[in-house]
């Protein structure tokens, strides 16, 4: 009887060291995400924004992409073909130039980390 006791005590710090263990790597997993997220600028309410070394900040200057599209400070883009356009809210462009929208839990995502 003693060592079913045993035995069931056992198993049960060891599932509990598990669950333990897998919440810590998904916490890494996550922390990981962001500062894993590419280098690229933004359009948020209404501000350019740039990602840089995992750190959002508010854009200082205009940037040149590497495919030769230039971006400004007040979100308007040249291409490098002449075309001109601007930037709306949600829209994002890597350092490469390949323009898309971003992800709506991203947006989320970067407003509940401004409320911090």
């Known amino acids: 009887m003693k060592k079913i006791l045993v035995l069931l005590c056992v198993i049960t ?14 916490d890494k997993m996550k922390s990981g995400k962001m500062s894993k997220m590419k280098d690229h600028v933004m ?10 070394h ?13 495919n030769g599209s230039m971006v400004m ?13 601007m930037m709306k809210d949600g829209q994002m462009m890597d350092m490469r130039g390949k323009m898309s929208m971003m992800k709506m839990d991203k947006m989320k995502d970067d407003k509940m980390m401004d409320k911090k």
């Open 54 to 66: 995992g750190e959002m900040m508010e854009m200082d200057k205009d940037m040149k992409m590497s």
């Open 13 to 26: 710090f060891s599932v509990g060291a598990f669950a333990q263990d897998k919440m810590d790597k998904m």
């Open 43 to 52: 359009m948020k309410d209404g501000k350019m924004m740039m990602m840089k």
């Open 73 to 85: 400070k007040d979100g308007s883009v040249k291409m490098k073909n002449g075309k001109t356009m």
